[in-house]
């Protein structure tokens, strides 16, 4: 019998059968938060993700996700069966299908074929696709918020539980927060009123998708979906659009779902993101001031 990579005979025993033993697939960033295998198993290639617990205890990321979504990763691979379930129902893109999973372990998914989208590479078919997708899911609206398998918190609540985040990483990050930034930031969450809420993925980036011919044609990583406000979603995408990226993804997001005025929450929104190390900068003045797209 040939065993997959650091898992138990129990916790093995239903999973499918390997052919044949797994290979490592090297890791895009030294600090990833997973250990991937590609497995040829009896029911098909498949990829093995096994949870590295010690990035994750040090991952600013996921302590912002964890502090202000109460989501309790890595435990909550216990219910990344229902945000494989609910994406490949309602997104406009393909999701891996689940096989199996346990809490803050692995999580066993079936491979895709596609090659990674490269941020310097991104065609405009990519952004329309991504624009429709995101238009369609920020069409299915909450009233709470909160970790994807149980959104308890109340509308009320948001602005405390961002600014109370904001402020503990703040405390924690190695990156000292100019004062005014802090301010700024802190009073335009106070003023945050928000009552509606959206399916969101708080690690959008474009290499968490694949491509063949240039066409987007997954979604690979379903780990941080949460339920919470658009607008955040759609400020860490700002980031990653040129202008005539964004121009592109307005146009075809208001084909179908109403444009939001991001400037009474861009900031903060900002701030956070930046704290969380969502996109690498560590130049907090420049990731501040970046080009505003929308």
Not at 100 to 116: H, I, M, T
Not at 163 to 170: A, R
Request: net charge negative.
């Amino acid at each position: 019998m040939v065993n997959y990579p650091s898992l138990t005979e129990s916790q093995q025993k239903d999973l499918p059968a390997l052919i044949q033993p797994a290979s490592l697939i090297v890791a895009k960033f030294e600090d990833s938060t997973h250990q991937l295998w590609h497995c040829q198993t009896v029911d098909g290639p498949m990829v093995l993700k096994l949870c590295n617990h010690q990035t994750i205890k040090t991952s600013t990321f996921w302590l912002g996700m964890n502090h202000l979504f109460e989501i309790d990763f890595p435990a909550s691979l216990a219910h990344i069966d229902k945000t494989h379930h609910f994406l490949t129902e309602e997104g406009e893109l393909q999701i891996p299908e689940h096989i199996a999973s346990q809490a803050s372990v692995f999580v066993l998914a079936r491979y895709l074929d596609g090659e990674d989208v490269d941020f310097d590479h991104v065609s405009d078919d990519m952004v329309i696709q991504l624009a429709k997708h995101l238009a369609k899911l920020h069409h299915i609206k909450y009233s709470n918020w909160g970790a994807f398998h149980h959104a308890e918190f109340s509308g009320i609540q948001w602005s405390a539980r961002l600014q109370h985040t904001i402020s503990t990483l703040v405390e924690l990050h190695s990156i000292i927060i100019p004062d005014q930034v802090l301010e700024q930031a802190l009073q335009q969450a106070t003023d945050l009123n928000i009552d509606t809420f959206v399916p969101i993925m708080l690690d959008l980036r474009w290499d968490q998708m694949l491509h063949q011919q240039g066409q987007l044609s997954a979604i690979v990583d379903m780990d941080a979906f949460v339920v919470g406000p658009r607008e955040l979603e759609l400020v860490l995408l700002e980031y990653q659009l040129n202008e005539h990226q964004a121009g592109i993804f307005i146009q075809y997001y208001q084909a179908s779902a109403e444009w939001p005025d991001l400037t009474e929450q861009r900031f903060c929104y900002r701030l956070l993101l930046f704290l969380m190390n969502s996109l690498g900068e560590t130049d907090v003045n420049k990731w501040m001031h970046a080009p505003i797209r929308w």
